[in-house]
């Protein structure tokens, strides 16, 4: 069982997005902003394209803003990106606000299911009101293909974090807030929470990247679709990255999928997973993937899926970059091993690691369970104290 708002619903084996529960009850059609033009789209990673004042219910009065800016895609090519600016109510303080950004966990992998067409968008980033109470910026992306009309690389971590960076830069030139931020993420989210970790130096340089925040993150790939295959969750999470990942990369979806399967796999791909009607809509074509789906089941064996699960799955986070990571015991689609193995890794090498378990937690409630704990962790970091760790406890 999963809530949002208040009210507790089934959802399919608590699947990734369960954080945006009720994200299409507003969302709506997508819009010109998103579409620009290829002389609009030329230029530096980091500078805007367009923007927009958005009138969505934020806490304290915030301003939110809609953005359509550059980032750089796989191929080194310039891509848009659009997201939302959260700007605390007031003039900035003479030291400058920080940034936080934050990185939602799936909602999709087609262009209409960008959190930022949502009208409860603000109230799904976790942690946002106090967030805004403390006065921090929050720049939420959508990651590319999500809003502007390509396809989203799902679970491809440079492609996430470079859109995470690229928000980071459009939430100071916004403002003029300082280069010091923190990342936040669940899920899809936590993954391209640790990859902003892993390229903020190379990428992003001029930035200060002071802290990263995940909470059920998708690291080990290979061993999380192994383990989630047979439930409902982990169908619909290998579907949609089998689809984009043959799109993205021309991986051979159809030498691993049943040819009966290929429209099942097609329509699960083209619908979002942002609300219970969603979730609902999706359990017929996600039990029909139970009689018909992979002609090879252990396709993350085989190439090119073995190779490009190992790139994206993240690796250790260079020093002296601290971590806060979160993970519910009772989840079922990022099993608590995986996570505790992701701790142990970042341990071994050295880092300081925060964990914050909760045994009861499944995977769609572990980001609203933790997120106070997580913003205090990341005001630790603003304020320069020292990074606490669970590491050997």
Known sequence: MARCGGRRFLTLASFLVVGFCLLSAGARAQKPFYRATSQEIAGKPGTLIRQQPVDLPAPFGASVVRVLYRSQGLDGESIPVSGVIVVPPGPMPSEGRPIVAWAHPTTGVVPRCAPS??????????????????GYIV?????PGLGTPETHPYLVGVSEARAVLDSVRIARLLTGAPARFAVWGHSQGGQAALFTGLIAKGYAPELDLVGVAAAAPATDLANLLAEDIDTNGGRNLTAMTLWSWSRVFGAPIDRVVDPAAVPIVDRLAGECIESIYDIL??????????????????FYTTEPWRSLMAKNTPGVLPPPLPVFLAQGG???????RVTLNYMKRLCGAGRKVQMDFV?????????SDVALSAVQWMADRFAGRQAPSDCGS
């Open 330 to 336: 009772a989840d079922d689609l990022v099993r608590p």
């Open 117 to 134: 067409l949502a009208m409860l968008l603000i109230q799904q980033i976790q942690g946002v009101r106090e967030m805004v109470r403390r």
């Open 139 to 143: 720049a939420a992306t959508d990651y």
């Open 281 to 298: 809509r999706r359990r017929g074509p996600t039990r029909s993937l139970q009689q018909a789906f992979l002609s090879v089941k252990d």
């Open 359 to 367: 045994p009861a937690a499944g995977h769609g409630l572990i980001a």
